[in-house]
Every structure is written in C-alpha cells, then in structure tokens.
C-alpha cells in the first residue's frame, strides 16, 4: 500500500517562506513524476509545480520565480519552497505521486491528504 504524507504546512506572513514536504512510504518499484497542486474551498484543484524523474521542473505562473520543486530520490521526497508568500497562496496544498507498484505494471497516480498553508497580511 503506497501513501503519500505532506508535512510543513502552517500561518505564516505575506513575505515570509515555508517548505512543505512529501514523503512516498510502502513498496514499489519507481516514482516517476512529483507534483504539487493546492485547492481553495469552493474552487477547483490547481497546478503548482512538477517535477520529472530527470529533475526538469515546471512551474505554474503563479509559481514562477517564487517557488521552488527540488525531489530527493533516495528518501522518496518531493519538497516544495514557498518565498515571497501572498495572501492569494493560501490554500491546502496537495502533493501526487506517479508510482509504479512493479516494472511492468502501469503509472498509479497517489494523492496525499493535503496540508494548509495560511498566509495573513
């Protein structure tokens, strides 16, 4: 059983940081591509920031020049950095995961339970 745990949320104040972080735990074969997407109550999902199993990062345009998505491989870990925080970033945070159980088998995409981000002016 895979799961995804985020961890490193909290309040902070617009200008300040945070890092969030997500951690893949269970038994598999391969993580390829490491995303996080936020959600605001009342809105849809959003893309944040990816990053491929060859380090290439995308960033959202909102993203852009303020956060930064790095992974550590050896510990299953996708971080996040949040810079120059805006009161518009607050939202729960989401990390995804595609995995694949065995060599053979298909990508399976896991979701981790979300963590807050509150960010007060």
């Known amino acids: 059983q895979v799961q995804l745990v985020e961890s490193g949320g909290g309040l902070v104040q617009a200008g300040g940081s945070l890092r969030l972080s997500c951690v893949a735990s269970?038994?598999?074969?391969?993580?390829?591509?490491m995303k996080w997407y936020r959600q605001v109550p009342g809105k849809q999902r959003e893309f944040v920031a990816s990053?491929?199993?060859?380090?290439?990062?995308t960033y959202s345009d909102s993203a852009k020049g303020r956060f930064s998505v790095y992974r550590d491989n050896p510990t299953n870990t996708v971080y996040l950095r949040l810079n120059s925080l805006k009161v518009e970033d607050t939202a729960v945070y989401y990390c995804?995961?595609?995995?694949?159980?065995?060599?053979?088998?298909?990508?399976?995409?896991?979701w981790g339970q979300g963590t807050q981000v509150t960010v007060s002016s």
């Open positions: 995804s995961m595609g995995i694949k159980g065995r060599s053979w088998e298909a990508w399976n995409f896991y």
């Open positions: 269970g038994s598999f074969f391969r993580i390829g591509d």
């Open positions: 990053i491929a199993a060859d380090d290439m990062p």
